[in-house]
């Protein structure tokens, strides 16, 4: 191989065949050497083209091929195999013709193929397959289905047939979104046909098409809509009333009057999600959304559709979930509305509360008497501060039902022996506790699991699942009366700066024998030596280690070679003195390993 000479032999060795030709092809052109070779490079220039798929540059070159040399068959002979090659024959026929026409008779050579392929591209154009006419409609929709809606908008304007069989596909029109486009133009138009087919719909509010759909509601031409997202939110020239059940909302801004007469026209509303709105959405929402059964205030984590129809002999609230960040608390009175209205069919409350006390909090609780909450499932109080805690935690004293119990932080003996009561009456149940800045103290948490480990030993269900968070008061002491619980099953510990590598392992000594679920995170003290006392937890079925810079590949061989035989998935992220040898080697042990390094 020759080395290159210069700089300009260096980078032309660094270009793509086709590079190489274009920058020669331009130098010839820039100095109008408009010869035979000139076209000879154009026609290979567009041929290059086309078998890459840039069509439009391929007839550029065949354009300037017929403007050097408009009596040359070369020009035709390419521009016409391009129409052929992307299957236009009607393009290509037209375009052989006129060759035919202005190339000189002394070309004889060039003359046949120009009537060579004008008759092999009227042969194609006749045999043609229309498939979606050719193809039985089952089949035919299945290969319509998996068209986007532009696509299913080109659909409409190919033929009849095409039209007929794309509106009659009642998949395609299952997801839609609605704006300014000539995409949404093409679809408003089929809109009379296809608008029962509609499940999930999205509309910008300032598409001039956004009067035309809400037109189709008031006539319930949109039957089967399950959701509804509005993009901005602007809703004043909403008239009529429509029949959504679910609406989904994300803006910059979103306040109380953005969203009022939109409710007001929405009276059917069963699902209502929100991202971006402040605490004034909460008012009209409880004045015009009687049928709520699901209301998500901007949610930090995916909310699950509706399922079922409305239970029309009882109405209320049955989910509320709000931010659990201490920078998003939601003001006492703004919420406690909803919650007291609703507080015989709420089931999932996840919120956190601004702090009142004294006065404040005498008031709250004379203008809601009685408060309780009997149907509650799952709670969580997120950086609900004392006073608000307390509140909560005395409407819950006679559940029955709950079985997951979230709170960050806990305070006080009082509230720590009312999650002790909820534990012993609940038949299993989950707590999540998570306090940076508890006022409860290790002491309280000692006795609450020493009381709960004293119950377990009279009863099968109890606590069942703890998830200790950021908590500061959690130490080896704690750990070893939690240890004593024989209900509990399952196990997650995240940043728990005050236990020790000591304490740990006294704990899974003492409850490894129940355990069936572990997660470790962000421990500084696990070592390798606590993945070997795992590994002689013999009913563990799942295991996760997230974070951990200590733990090497023989804890993990010495994990899986003990005696946790039901060992069923574990899971390895982001700890970094793991090899992936040692995966290998722990999946020949444990049916499902993930390894996130």
Known sequence: MNRPRNLSEIEDMELSPLDRLVQRLNRQLDEGNFDEPTVEALDERAQRYAREGQRDLALLDTAQMLDIFPHHAAGYLREGSIYSMYGHQREAIPVYAEGLARIAASDISGLQKLKNALHAASIQNIQCVDFIRQLPPELANTVLAHLSMSE????????????????????????????????????????????NDVRHLTIATGSLLRDFCFYYMKFDGFANLQSLVLKVGDFSSLKDPCAVTSLQMSANSISGTDIEVLLRKCRSLRRLVMHGCDATVLSPIYNHASNLEILCYNPP?????????????????????????????????????????????????????????????AQLQRMYPHFKLPKVLTLGLFW??????????????????????????????????????????????????????????????????????????????????????????VTDAVLLSLAGIKTLREVVFHKTPNITGEGIIKFFSKAGSQLQWVWLSQLRVIADSHLAALGKCEHLIRLELSYLQDITDDGVRSLVDGRCFKLDQLIVKKCPRITKDCVEYAKRKVKTVLFHP
């Open 384 to 473: 609900s501060f004392e006073g608000i805690q307390t509140v909560i935690l005395q409407a819950i004293r006679e559940t029955k039902t709950i079985f997951q119990l979230l709170l960050a932080p806990v305070y006080g003996q009082e509230d720590t022996a009312r999650i002790r009561r909820l534990a012993e009456e609940s038949p299993e149940t989950t707590l999540h506790l998570s306090n940076e800045a508890t006022t409860s103290g290790s002491g309280d948490l000692v006795e609450l699991f020493n009381r709960l480990a004293k119950f377990s030993e009279r009863r099968q269900n109890g606590l069942g699942t703890i998830a200790l968070q950021n908590c500061t008061d």
């Open 301 to 361: 984590f995916p909310i699950p559709e509706l399922h079922g129809k409305a239970a029309h002999h009882v109405r209320g609230l049955r989910c509320i979930v709000a931010p659990d960040g201490i920078s998003n608390l939601l003001p006492a009175s703004a919420i406690f509305p909803l919650l007291y209205r609703n507080m015989t069919t709420l089931e999932y409350i996840r919120v956190g509360i601004t702090p009142i006390w004294g006065n404040e909090l």
């Open 152 to 195: 299913a908008s080109a659909c409409l304007e190919v033929s009849r047939t095409w039209r007929a069989r794309a509106i009659c596909c009642s998949a395609l029109w299952r997801n839609i979104s609605i704006d300014n486009s000539d995409t949404s133009i093409l679809v408003a138009n089929a809109m009379p046909y296809i608008s």
